[in-house]
Each structure stands twice: as structure tokens, then as C-alpha cells.
């Protein structure tokens, strides 16, 4: 069995006496987590984290990449940038980042094979929105997604982590139930096989409104690989406590 991943996503959240004091509250009582972690920041913190986080048990990355590697593109950050300030991890294709900045899943695959192949794993988010859902259509959205990524990368797609966050169940309390995430993780766990001979390699998070009480049930699904943790990421108690339940 893979080792789980707990992975927070602060998204626009922060400051520096903020984190300085949330990380910390981490570092405390992380002890020896039985499951790999990381945390999500915003690109002008990435700093702040490595030199938080090196030689501790969390890892960190950030929450988009370009998908250039270098040039006139104002704003942009390129995966070597990520890499300068010791990132492991890249979320692409975050479903806030599909809904308010156009992100198709062309770019999204784009994205994800730059930072593949600038040595940081993309954490490639996948998910319907409720209208899709409620019209059947869970299963064509996320494997649509999935499949734009897994023609871009090929073989290496064994080398990336898959996010299943249900767009409803996002920052509203609405978490997915256990069997409803098991579901569509075997879904796409599937379409990996289909696609690399090692699919238990891949890791599928299931990400939104995972907290503290109900992270046990949903991490013991057999196809649910860990989390991808937002509000909850940003109290380190209960981060800790999601934790806790992947061991
Ligand atoms: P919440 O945990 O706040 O629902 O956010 C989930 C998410 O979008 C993580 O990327």
C-alpha cells in the first residue's frame, strides 16, 4: 500500500507572523508522521517555508506553475523558480484556478508536464462541478481531465499525484461520503491502469471539506491515497488530527 499524503492547501491565506506562528504550532507536535505531508503556499511565502520546513518531516510546494519555462510572461512563475526555494510539490489544475482564470485542460497538462519535467510532482486536481453531477456526468468530467494530462505526460504519468476534489464539496462543509469518493477514485484509478503498468503508485487524494472528523472514514477507502486539505490546513491541530488518521 502506498504511503498516504496529507497535503494542505492555504490557497490565498497568510502572512508572515501567520504562518511563521502556524507552522511552528506544527513543527511542535508533529512528532514522526506515519503518512508523507506537505503544505501549499502562496508563491510569496515559498521562501518563508524552506526556511521553516528544511530538515523537518513536511515537505511544501506551491499552488500553480507555469506552464513556460521562461520569458515574457509577467506574473508567471516557472518550475526552475519553484525548485530554487526547494519545492517537492506543484498543484495544477486547482478547480479555482479552472473556474476564475480560464484554466483548460490543455493548459493544465501543459503544466503539469513542465513540472514533471523539471523534477517537482504536479498534484493534478480533477473534479465536477454540482451541475455535473446532478446531470451524470461525474465520471466523463473527471476522466476528460485525467486524460488531457495522461496524453501529455505518457509513461510518467506514474510519477504524479491525483487530486479528486468534488467542485460542490469545496470550502461548503459538503463533504463527499466515503463510498461517493471511493467511487470516483476507482474510476480514475482505472484509467491509470489503463494507461501506466504501476496505477498503485499513483497517489489519489480526495480533497474538499476533509476535517478532522471525518478524514478517518474517508482515508480508509482502498482507492483514497490521502488528502488535500484546505480551511482545515490552517489550523494546525486540526491539520495534525488529519494526519493522524492516514497513519
Ligand atoms: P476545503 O478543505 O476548504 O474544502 O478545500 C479543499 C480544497 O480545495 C483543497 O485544495
Known amino acids: 500500500m502506498n504511503r498516504k499524503l496529507i497535503a494542505g492547501n492555504w490557497k490565498m491565506n497568510g502572512s508572515l507572523a501567520a504562518n511563521d506562528a502556524l507552522v511552528k504550532a506544527m ?12 503544505l501549499c503556499a502562496p508563491a510569496p511565502y515559498l521562501a518563508q517555508l524552506q526556511s521553516l520546513l528544511t530538515g523537518s518531516p513536511i515537505a511544501w510546494g ?8 521562461k520569458g515574457a510572461y509577467t506574473g508567471e512563475v516557472s518550475v526552475d523558480m519553484l525548485k530554487d526555494f526547494g519545492c517537492r510539490y506543484c498543484l495544477v489544475g486547482h478547480s ?3 473556474q476564475y482564470h480560464g484554466e483548460t485542460d490543455e493548459l493544465v497538462a501543459a503544466k503539469a508536464q513542465r513540472a514533471l519535467a523539471g523534477g517537482i510532482t504536479p498534484v493534478v486536481c480533477v473534479g465536477e462541478t454540482l451541475a455535473e453531477r ?7 468530467v473527471v476522466r476528460r481531465q485525467l486524460a488531457a494530462v495522461i496524453h501529455a505526460v505518457g509513461h510518467c504519468i506514474s510519477e504524479i499525484v491525483v487530486a479528486y476534489e468534488p467542485v460542490w464539496a469545496i470550502g461548503t462543509g459538503r463533504t463527499a461520503t466515503p463510498e461517493q469518493a471511493q467511487q470516483v477514485h476507482a474510476v480514475l484509478r482505472a484509467q491509470l491502469a489503463a494507461a501506466t503498468t504501476h496505477p498503485k503508485r499513483v497517489r489519489i487524494l480526495y480533497g474538499g471539506s476533509m476535517n478532522a ?15 488535500l486539505i484546505g480551511g482545515a490546513s490552517l489550523k494546525a491541530a486540526d491539520f495534525l488530527q488529519i494526519v493522524a488518521a492516514a497513519a
Open 27 to 38: 513543527l511542535a507536535d508533529i512528532g514522526v508522521p506515519a503518512a508523507d505531508v506537505a
Open 134 to 140: 446532478e446531470s451524470g456526468d461525474t465520471e466523463l
Open 96 to 98: 479555482e484556478r479552472r
Open 62 to 69: 506551491a499552488q500553480d506553475v507555469s506552464a513556460h519555462d
Open 213 to 227: 472528523a471525518n478524514a478517518a472514514s474517508l482515508l480508509a477507502q482502498p482507492d483514497i491515497d490521502g488528502g
